[in-house]
Nanobody
Framework: QEEFVESGGGLVQPGGSLRLSCAAS????????VGWFRQVPGKEREAVSC????????GYADSVKGRFTMSKDNAKNTAYLQMDSLKPEDTGTYLC????????????????WGRGTQVTVSG
């Protein structure tokens, strides 16, 4: 059975850090590009970052550049998003998606989506 599951969200104070994970089972992430998206109620879904799982090439949205770092572990079939210096405006549900390519910081032609993990920056 194919699954794509995010984890690592939570409540953190401004300036804090979180590390999100996106683990795939039933399919090989190395065959895809993986993107992180942020969804806030009442707003359009925003692409945050994207990594080509084979080459490691990464793109970031300007709003997170220098604060967020995406990485991968092909052996674990998992992608990660290290989020540092978090701000209240980073609050949202973070979803990962596996697509056929990244264009800058967004994954396209997506085949798989996770259900999301909530990140709340408040304090």
């Amino acid at each position: 059975q194919e699954e794509f599951v995010e984890s690592g969200g939570g409540l953190v104070q401004p300036g804090g850090s979180l590390r999100l994970s996106c683990a795939a089972s039933g399919f090989r992430l190395v065959d895809y590009s993986v993107g992180w998206f942020r969804q806030v109620p009442g707003k359009e879904r925003e692409a945050v970052s994207c990594i080509h799982m084979r080459t490691g090439a990464i793109g970031y949205a300007d709003s997170v550049k220098g604060r967020f770092t995406m990485s991968k572990d092909n052996a674990k079939n998992t992608a990660y998003l290290q989020m540092d210096s978090l701000k209240p405006e980073d609050t949202g549900t973070y979803l990962c998606a596996a697509g056929y390519y990244c264009a800058d910081h967004e994954a396209y032609d997506t085949d798989y989506w996770g259900r999301g993990t909530q990140v709340t920056v408040s304090g």
